[in-house]
T-cell receptor
Framework: GAGVSQSPSNKVTEKGKDVELRCDPISGHTALYWYRQSLGQGLEFLIYFQGNSAPDKSGLPSDRFSAERTGGSVSTLTIQRTQQEDSAVYLC??????????FGEGSWLTVV | AQSVTQLGSHVSVSEGALVLLRCNYSSSVPPYLFWYVQYPNQGLQLLLKYTTGATLVKGINGFEAEFKKSETSFHLTKPSAHMSDAAEYFCAVSDGNQAGTALIFGKGTTLSVSS
């Protein structure tokens, strides 16, 4: 597609429920990144994919968070048993090898 | 490990005044450096980047930044602020030896422009 596409754009969920956030990167981009943006916390790196493998998972905050990427394209970030502190904007980005990193508009998650 | 410090979480200027947003980085490897802008309720947009070569980098919307290795700085400037420049600005660093590695961001600076 023309840009990085994320869905849903907004999600309100009850504490304890699982959520899935989807990212469709720019066509042909091999690298895909997930970040979390919280008030006062800036942009927090979560995980990075090169193709379907994740060489860097260092930013995932707990074992409730997981991500996968299939076919070298779409990625899904899953948060299990959501907590209120998970409320944030989840940003996805993609790039070609060594190229500029382009961001999507983000998925706004609110846990109530 | 790499890190970025943005001095000043909030900067206010008058329209037409100089914009200076400060960024210092820490990196044990040659850094790639970036400035991104985020307008309200939007994603991040790349303003400019430094990888190798010329240390003064020009970006979109009249912004520029200078890589100063001796000062470990990459400050963002614009000679004359416009109202439309009001946004949040993020400085970021990545590993220059490994293309495609993740960006590490600073906490951001909110720029306000008054008429």
């Amino acid at each position: 597609g023309a840009g990085v596409s994320q869905s849903p754009s907004n999600k309100v969920t009850e504490k304890g429920k699982d959520v899935e956030l989807r990212c469709d990167p720019i066509s042909g981009h091999t690298a895909l990144y997930w970040y979390r943006q919280s008030l006062g916390q800036g942009l927090e790196f979560l995980i990075y994919f090169q193709g379907n493998s994740a060489p860097d998972k260092s930013g995932l905050p707990s074992d409730r968070f997981s991500a996968e990427r299939t076919g070298g394209s779409v990625s899904t970030l899953t948060i299990q048993r959501t907590q209120q502190e998970d409320s944030a904007v989840y940003l996805c980005a993609s790039s070609s090898q060594g190229g500029t990193i382009y961001f999507g508009e983000g998925s706004w998650l609110t846990v109530v | 490990a790499q890190s970025v410090t943005q001095l000043g979480s909030h900067v206010s200027v008058s329209e037409g005044a100089l914009v200076l947003l400060r960024c210092n980085y820490s990196s044990s490897v040659p850094p790639y450096l970036f400035w991104y802008v985020q307008y309200p309720n939007q994603g991040l947009q790349l303003l400019l980047k430094y990888t190798t070569g010329a240390t003064l980098v020009k970006g979109i919307n009249g912004f520029e930044a200078e890589f100063k290795k001796s000062e470990t700085s990459f400050h963002l400037t614009k000679p004359s602020a416009h109202m439309s420049d009001a946004a949040e600005y993020f400085c970021a660093v990545s590993d220059g030896n490994q293309a495609g590695t993740a960006l590490i961001f600073g906490k951001g600076t909110t720029l306000s422009v008054s008429s």
